[in-house]
């Protein structure tokens, strides 16, 4: 499902980059139908493909949400696939609005941004449900840092989401490229920073070490298309009649790797709460038991 969602973030992308977003003119019908292929030439090829991805997604996360109720105990997780149902719902809806409404900035940025949302809930489920969520951490985790681990990485990953919304907001021209150039500074700091304190402090805790390593190569390759973006779209691309496929690639990319670096910051920082979570329920259980032990002694 989170693959899947992956697929779809670029399909998206690919709409946004290509300029195809009116391509396809009516919803929610495609050419005054519902069900017939039109011609998949130009910018419908981009449009109409994005639509019948999100229509697959929008049925998969019906399956996820409905499975999800039925075989899982946790209230939480049951809730969490129903929020992934709302946000896909409005997802759509955002989506047709785009195209009624000829893509105002203000809804184009809020549904990219939903986007992003609804890739991170299905990551968070997939983390959520697999075994590795459900056993005991493995490893030592002692805090002697005054900012704690989970309130770093928690900040790192808002950063990475505020970030998002602002490079959504100049790719569809509501915002200056100054705001974004400004938060990637902000993001790198902080994100730089967590994986330090992880790698320095808890580098034999697998389990944070392996989305922080993840994190520094996806932050590296995110900051170079960043600049080949710039180049190709700002800089060079300033006079093209039509999207070069120079200026689609790189831009495509850095949106895709951008959503892969929101998601890895969520799962470090999840990981970091649940391991921090662990060690303070192991010192409440231990801590009574010795203190029997000294009083029995």
């Known amino acids: 499902m989170a693959c899947a969602t992956f697929l779809l973030l670029i399909a998206g992308a690919l709409v946004t980059s290509n300029d195809a977003g009116l391509s396809v003119p009516d919803w929610p019908t495609s050419f005054g139908s519902l069900y017939k292929l039109p011609r998949m030439v130009g910018g419908v090829k981009f449009e109409h493909g994005h639509r019948m991805v999100a229509e697959f997604i929008g049925l998969l996360t019906i399956i996820l949400a409905v499975w999800t109720w039925r075989v899982d105990r946790r209230g939480w997780v049951r809730k969490l696939g ?31 941004t939903l986007a992003q949302t609804f890739f991170c809930l299905v990551v968070v489920m997939a983390l959520v449900t697999g075994r590795g969520w459900t056993e005991a951490p493995q490893g030592e985790l002692a805090e002697s840092h005054r900012l704690r681990l989970t309130t770093l990485a928690t900040l790192a990953a808002a950063s990475v989401y505020v970030q998002l919304i602002l490079g959504a907001g100049f790719r569809h021209s509501g915002i200056k490229l100054l705001p974004h150039l400004i938060s990637a500074v902000v993001v790198t700091t902080l994100v730089l920073w967590t994986i330090t304190r992880v790698l320095t402090s808890y580098g034999s805790v697998a389990a944070l070490r392996r989305p922080a390593v993840v994190l520094m190569a996806l932050l590296v390759t ?76």
């Open 82 to 112: 129903i929020a992934a149902l709302a946000t896909v719902i409005a997802q759509g809806v955002l989506g047709g609005i785009t195209v009624l409404y000829y893509l105002p900035p203000a809804v184009s940025t809020a549904h990219a």
């Open 222 to 297: 995110q900051l170079g298309l960043g600049f080949a973006a710039y180049l190709t779209r700002v800089q060079w691309g300033q006079d093209a009649v039509q999207p070069e496929m120079p200026m689609v690639v790189s831009t495509v990319a850095h949106v895709a790797v951008g959503a892969l670096v929101l998601a890895s910051s969520v799962v470090l920082a999840l990981r970091a709460w649940r391991h921090m979570g662990w060690a303070q329920q192991e010192r409440e259980t231990v801590l009574p038991r010795d203190l029997r032990k000294a009083v029995n002694a």
